[in-house]
């Protein structure tokens, strides 16, 4: 596609209900990553993808957080049991290739804003 | 450990020049990013150094010196339209890139 797209956009949930978040990477990207933003705060590395391989979930912050990648492309960001410290913005970069630095620009789709009421 | 430092807000005025600094520690490095983010935005991609020395790009320019872990982005001829957060992030050896907390930038007429 045209650029990195996410999905659904805004998402209101009650305490304790899953959510399952969906990116949809640049054609071609084979690196796809998330991260977490709180209101007024920097980028908070969650997880990458590469292919459809997760090398590294230690940013995950708990074992509620779940990612997968599928056909190298679509992924979903699964959080369980939702708490309110989960309400933030939700965003989702892929690069053309990863451990390439020349191509590993990320480009940031619009993001998921998440509330946990 | 590793580490971005930048200002959290800066003023400035339309048409003139603000320069936003930022230094970082990282275990290894594989380049400095800035990225511009207006408010409830996705972060943008706005230039790349691994070299020492100033890219520039129009309005914008950024500037490397590896030997210092320092880095700056120079924005000239400020419009209105330039008020956003500026996010610094450098690629450490491993190819992750670690996040500044970003720099507002205030533009007043």
């Known amino acids: 596609g045209a650029g990195v797209s996410q999905s659904p956009s805004n998402k209101v949930t009650e305490k304790g209900k899953d959510v399952e978040l969906r990116c949809d990477p640049i054609?071609?990207?084979?690196?796809l990553y998330w991260y977490r933003q709180s209101l007024g705060q920097g980028l908070e590395f969650l997880i990458y993808?590469?292919?459809?391989?997760?090398?590294?979930k230690s940013g995950l912050p708990s074992d509620r957080f779940s990612a997968e990648r599928t056909g190298g492309s679509v992924s979903t960001l699964t959080i369980q049991r939702t708490q309110q410290e989960d309400s933030a913005v939700y965003l989702c970069?892929?690069?053309?290739?990863?451990?390439?630095?020349?191509?590993?620009?990320?480009?940031f789709g619009p993001g998921t804003r998440l509330t946990v009421l | 450990g590793q580490n971005i430092d930048q200002p959290t807000e800066m003023t400035a005025t339309e048409g003139a020049i603000v320069q936003i600094n930022c230094t970082y520690q990282?275990?290894?490095?594989?380049?400095l990013f800035w990225y511009q983010q207006h408010a409830g935005e996705a972060p943008t991609f706005l230039s790349y150094?691994?070299l020492d020395g100033l890219e520039e790009k129009g309005r914008f320019s950024s500037f490397l010196s590896r030997s210092k872990g320092y880095s700056y982005l120079l924005l000239k001829e400020l419009q209105m339209k330039d008020s956003a957060s500026y996010l610094c992030?450098?690629?450490?050896?491993?190819?992750?890139?670690?996040w500044g907390a970003g720099t507002k930038l205030i533009i007043k007429p």
């Open positions: 970069a892929s690069s053309l290739e990863y451990r390439e630095a020349s191509t590993d620009t990320q480009y």
């Open positions: 054609s071609g990207h084979t690196a």
């Open positions: 993808f590469q292919g459809n391989s997760a090398p590294d």
């Open positions: 990282t275990s290894g490095f594989n380049g």
């Open positions: 150094n691994v």
């Open positions: 992030a450098a690629m450490d050896s491993n190819y992750q890139l670690i």
